[in-house]
């Protein structure tokens, strides 16, 4: 490697520890934190997200990245240095249309935000969030104007979390999607319903936690690199390749809700423990694809987590961990349970036929706010009037409703529509993988991870951030992304539930 190359990924290291700084500090926020450090905390997080900033965009920085162009041009484009260079590249050019003071600004506004958001779902008020999601949804409009012209006011949001798509695509997507998945739902309520009242008895704690922590445990999770703790809103997070973390939340009352957060957020922190070693502290093990990642927690959670053969091996020992709970439920009968379909309140405990459409009231949202068409003060019954439209309920109130989601108090506006094309990605994925393991059932029933968890690394975790959604999964899968995959395996998966 060149001497210019390396003084350039020297430079990188020194933002990437920034960042891993801003990054420790919203975990500690979120996890330890008392509540009246908040005020202080956005101080120091507001003045790091600047350092960081300062440093990506300054004159050094850009003459080590130009120097870097140059030493890098004729090499094999796909190399590990071409990309970081690449990547380096597009992410300066976003950042010098951003003045310091608005990343400063922002991060102060969206820490203090944090605190007050989980205050105001405690108590089910909005109002005393409202002045802060105001001041955020105003910011993440000046954020677009820097970004003039745009196809699409809502580009520059969604590019923040996911560069690989436009609006356009989002639209596109959720339109094949919608009428398909509404069509199953109605199909399935008109169906016998499954019981699942046994999931809501009491279920301790600790049992829980213990579950979760052997079944991620499982799947690979490396504890010398990780570990879990107890969050509001459940979430993962990193600061080097050495310490990768995860938080969950437990229910009493939900026997498997704090399981599955597990699952989904360790399928994150896989994906990050999986990059090369060479990418640690730089750009291709910060600007993830969102999309690829949230195909990663999805995946994890829902085609391993959700299926039969994982409750084959499981179900035996998760019974035996609350035998009067569920003494008398066999495993055909668990299996339907966590794989119930109703319209339900909250996104994150929402089975794989409705999820998308939580998504996709979000998204809808989320336009009508960036495009001047909704008022944050209007947002609760706004809120509550699409849902009935897409559920044919009402939340009982806004903490089950409007504030159920810690996303916009982190300025988390453009998120969403990650999580649905995750979905679809996770499908397209697993057709591969099929193809590569045909007896991934059989392993999946013995709880043989490995060659799962090897075949994962090996085409999506070990590249870091190198590629786009877009280019990942067509390398991968030999097409674009595409929800029609994802259509038939819910088709297929429901009415094998429901029709039996
Ligand atoms: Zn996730």
């Known amino acids: 490697m060149t001497e210019k190359l390396q003084q350039f990924k020297e430079a990188l290291h020194e933002i990437a520890d920034y960042l891993a700084v801003f990054a420790l500090l919203e975990w500690d926020q979120q996890v330890n934190m008392p509540p009246a450090g908040a005020e202080g905390r956005s101080q120091v997080m507001s003045r790091i997200a600047e350092q960081a900033h300062n440093l990506s965009v300054s004159a050094e920085t850009i003459r080590l990245l130009e120097e870097a162009e140059k ?10 240095d071409a990309r970081l260079v690449k990547v380096s590249r ?4 976003r950042e010098l249309k951003v003045p310091a003071a608005w990343v400063s600004d922002f991060a102060m506004t969206t820490a203090t935000a944090h605190n007050v958001w989980e205050e105001a779902k405690a108590n089910n008020d909005f ?11 105003d910011m993440r409009k000046q954020y677009a104007d820097f970004f003039k012209p745009y196809d699409h006011v809502y580009d520059p949001l969604l590019h923040f979390f996911e560069q690989g798509l436009q609006t356009k695509d989002v639209v596109e997507i959720f339109a094949a999607l919608r009428p398909k998945q509404v069509e199953l739902i109605k199909w399935i309520s008109e169906q016998p319903q499954i019981k699942d009242d046994f999931l809501h008895g009491r279920f301790p704690e600790k049992d829980q936690w213990d579950f979760g922590v052997e079944v991620i445990k499982d799947f690979g999770y490396d504890w010398n690199r990780g570990r879990l703790d107890k969050a509001v809103h459940p979430f993962s997070t990193g600061f080097n390749l050495g310490d990768i973390r995860i938080t969950t939340r437990v229910y009493e009352n939900l026997a498997t809700s704090s399981m599955f957060s597990c699952m989904h957020e360790a399928g994150h922190g896989l994906y990050t423990m999986g990059a090369d070693p060479a ?3 730089t750009p291709l093990t910060f600007n993830y694809s969102m999309v690829l990642h949230e195909s990663q927690s999805r995946l994890w959670e829902n085609l391993v987590g959700r299926s039969k053969p994982f409750w084959k091996h499981y179900y035996p020992k998760f019974r035996s961990q609350f035998p009067t709970q569920l003494g008398n439920v066999d495993l055909a009968i668990f299996y339907k349970a966590v794989n119930k379909v109703e319209p339900s309140f909250i996104r994150v405990e929402a089975d ?3 999820y998308n459409l939580h998504v996709m009231l979000r998204f809808e949202i989320e336009l009508a706010l960036i495009e001047n068409r909704l008022q944050v003060k209007d947002l609760p019954d706004y809120w509550n009037a699409k849902f009935k439209e897409y559920f044919g309920i009402t939340p009982p ?3 089950r409703g409007v504030l159920q989601d810690v996303h916009w108090s982190s300025g988390y506006i453009g998120y969403f529509p990650t999580y649905a094309i995750g979905n679809v990605v996770s499908v397209q994925l697993w057709e591969s993988i099929r ?3 045909p007896n991934l059932d059989e392993q999946i029933e013995k709880a043989e991870f490995k060659p799962l968890l090897g075949w994962l690394v090996e085409k999506v975790h070990r590249h870091g951030a190198k590629f786009e959604c877009q280019e990942l999964v067509q390398r991968v899968t030999g097409s674009k992304i595409d929800p029609q995959p994802y259509l038939q395996y819910i088709e297929t998966k429901y009415t094998e539930i429901y029709g039996a």
């Open 71 to 80: 030493a890098v041009a004729g090499i094999d484009p796909d190399s590990d």
């Open 90 to 93: 597009k992410q300066l050019d």
């Open 127 to 137: 109002s005393i969030f409202r002045p802060h999601l105001e001041k955020i949804v």
């Open 279 to 281: 990418l640690d502290r």
């Open 352 to 354: 794989e036929a409705t």
């Open 397 to 399: 109130d806004n903490a």
């Open 435 to 437: 193809k590569d393991i």
